[in-house]
């Protein structure tokens, strides 16, 4: 166990102690708002389907996997912390599932941490085909504070996304199950983590980052983080800015505009899924090295090429993660 998930476990385990001081056990029937929609709960659910690895993860570090039927959608391996509680949760798919395979769960509770897994447009559901079975649901505030354009399942950001998403999220899932205690000392953990990086890059100023999330083949767009999405965050976090200033929180680029882009340093994502060749880390560096044209950018030649987990750059706890495993890399390179 690593000495982060101690502690975690230790900050938890105090304000269990300690509840009266931290958060009020949940009265139930209990009711809340949630992307415009009122959302009430008998009790705290008993057979809960997670709908996205951030949902999961959410219910995971809450100590939550003897409530949870399933999980679906993950473009990532889970926490090394969270591998064992993990492994007594049913895995329905690490892609889109269908409906039939969720509600072959019988769950009492659906979470979702996407619109494409969870809304109108869904690949998944709609959240009235759960509301017609008397199931409730819920959506992460991260995903429904997108705007949703023609053509653009994830939608646009005219602001900076914040961690402040993140926390509501924790927030509603712990009073939802009845743990908000543990709710949170998570929340107090996440703070302090981002405080300290925040800190320790307060000096680093004009760095640019470009976020590679994936590509089908070398020959396509590439996936990017876009730059008020949580690539954006990151870059932040770390005294800088992301190189791609699009609303789009997934904008797609040719290299020729990625060159122009001309970031300081270069995150290759590293994605688990295993769609495409372009999905690990490893085959994404070996091309910006190879390639004739790309391998001449500057980030490359200087060797400034970092590597994240590809579900940093969703809207998640992954992206503090992601923040904290590129600081580390950043301390090894010769920045400009």
Do not use: H
């Amino acid at each position: 166990m690593s000495i982060r998930s101690v502690t975690l476990i230790a900050t938890a385990t105090l304000a269990i102690a300690c509840s009266s001081s931290y958060a009020a056990s949940t009265s139930y029937p209990l009711t809340i708002e949630n992307c415009g929609q009122a959302v009430t709960f008998e009790k705290a659910p008993q057979n809960a389907v997670a709908l996205g690895q951030n949902s999961a993860e959410i219910m995971l570090l809450l100590g939550l996997e003897d409530r949870m039927a399933g999980t679906a959608f993950w473009p990532n391996k889970v926490l090394p912390e969270l591998a064992d509680a993990n492994s007594k949760v049913d895995l329905i798919s690490v892609e889109f599932p269908s409906l039939e395979a969720v509600l072959s769960k019988q769950p009492d509770f659906v979470a979702a941490m996407l619109t494409t897994l969870l809304g109108p447009d869904s690949k998944v559901a709609k959240r009235e085909d759960f509301s017609e079975l008397g199931i409730p649901s819920y959506l992460s505030p991260s995903a429904c504070s997108t705007t949703l354009d023609a053509g653009d399942a994830y939608g646009s950001r005219d602001a900076l996304w914040s961690m402040d998403l993140l926390y509501k999220e924790i927030e509603d899932l712990s009073r939802i199950f009845d743990v908000a205690d543990r709710g949170q000392a998570l929340i107090e953990d996440f703070k302090a983590r981002e405080a300290a990086l925040r800190a320790e890059f307060a000096d680093q100023k004009g760095l640019t980052f470009l976020f590679w999330f994936s590509s089908a083949s070398p020959a396509d767009d590439a996936y990017l983080g876009g730059g008020n999405g949580p690539s954006g965050y990151i870059a932040d976090i770390l005294g800088g800015s992301n190189a791609i200033q699009t609303e789009a929180d997934w904008p797609t680029l040719g290299w020729e505009g990625i060159m122009a882009a001309n970031p300081t340093v270069f995150v290759a994502a590293q994605v688990d899924r295993n769609r495409w060749d372009l999905d690990t880390a490893e085959n994404k560096i070996k091309f910006l090295k190879s390639d004739p044209t790309v391998s001449q950018m500057e980030a490359v030649k200087s060797g400034r090429i970092v590597v994240m987990s590809g579900a940093a750059m969703n809207p998640s706890i992954r992206t503090l993660y992601g923040a904290e495993q590129v600081a580390e890399q950043l301390k090894t390179l010769d920045l400009p």
